[in-house]
């Protein structure tokens, strides 16, 4: 089995003389957002994106996952800024609301063309 380092340093030298940036000549899925790609906050962002907005209870239903899970993923994507979230009263009961911003927008579509890229990548292979 060849020792990892050693591969990693042989395609450092064979990128080296390339005229592209090294974060073009980085393997698609190094450049994958992480954020997004963990299973539940890519539901949430492929729901939003379909959606002008979700509420909290449609999400947690959507993706078959707990209020605890749910509200975990979401505020890292918020953090992110990638989600906002509303709170409101409807009824006099709370209700949240979560739309996807244009940053989350751009990053979900900047994900997809990396998923895209390495699923030709693979095509290829």
Known sequence: ????????????????????????RAAPAERLDRLIHERIRLGIVSALAGNDALAFNDLKRLLATTAGNLSVHARKL????????????????????????????????????????????????
């Open 78 to 125: 918020e953090e992110a800024g990638y989600v906002a979230c509303e709170k409101s009263f409807e009824r006099r009961l709370p209700k949240t609301t979560f739309r996807l911003t244009p940053a989350g927008r751009r990053a979900f579509a900047r994900y997809l063309d990396h998923m895209e890229a390495l699923i030709r990548a693979a095509r290829r292979g």
């Open 1 to 24: 089995m060849a020792n990892p380092r050693a591969v990693r340093a042989s395609a450092r030298r064979s990128d080296a003389g390339s005229a592209r940036p090294a974060a073009e």
